[in-house]
């Protein structure tokens, strides 16, 4: 599995990322936009953020900081997020047939009182849930598909349904963009020649 160690980024990062794992509960929201399987390359010019990635070390990371908490996984597909055995062993997962509606496990979760729910995409209906969870005490870490980032990530959540007030249940907006680098092993110099 991928740690963040396995990605070129700023070395500010990764205090950062501990910040979030043992920062104050409340939702993170990992943002990015990628598009959807079998999709393919680039939507509409902008390439895969690499977001699912980043959730999953996220995911990883806060489950590894909270040994003694339980999780529950809310997801239209049980294996959303790789995680070792290790940390398997506390996730809640959906079942394998029948798996009720997303907003219907995370109002399962809210009701049990979970540690951590792992989020595999926000959406209208589970927006206002999320940000509640968070105010109430969990730590929710949960995918947004945007372009946004910043403070345009909590207004992009009020235009989901969610009321001012409950922005208080927002800890972190991580925004993913995955940007285009030469190999600094194969990348070569060239001269260029102007065009005639």
């Known amino acids: 599995m991928l740690a963040l ?14 910040q979030v794992v043992s920062g104050r509960p ?3 929201v990992v943002a990015g936009l990628d598009p959807r399987p079998g999709a393919g390359g680039a939507v509409d010019g902008f390439l ?22 339980q999780a529950t ?23 394998l047939k029948n798996v009720p509606p997303v907003p219907e496990q995370l109002a399962g979760a809210v009701d049990r009182r979970s540690d951590i729910i792992l989020i595999d995409g ?15 005490g969990a730590r929710v870490v949960a995918q947004l598909d945007c372009v946004f980032s910043g403070a345009s990530v909590a207004r992009y959540l009020t235009d989901l349904g969610a009321d001012l007030d409950s922005l208080a249940g927002l800890a972190w907006a991580v925004t993913v963009q995955r940007l285009p680098t030469l190999c600094p092993h194969c990348r070569e110099r060239r001269s260029l020649t102007p065009c005639g």
């Open 48 to 69: 895969p953020s690499g977001r699912p990635t980043i959730f999953g070390i996220l995911a990883r990371e806060v489950l590894a900081a909270h040994p003694d908490a």
């Open 122 to 136: 926000l959406e209208a209906e589970t927006v206002p849930l999320a940000l509640a969870a968070g105010q109430a």
């Open 26 to 28: 409340g939702l993170v």
């Open 73 to 95: 996984l809310v997801s239209a597909e049980r294996d959303a997020v790789r995680l070792p055995r290790t940390l398997k062993a506390r996730v809640r997962v959906p079942p």
């Open 5 to 18: 160690k396995d990605f070129y980024h700023l070395p500010q990062v990764d205090s950062l990322v501990q």
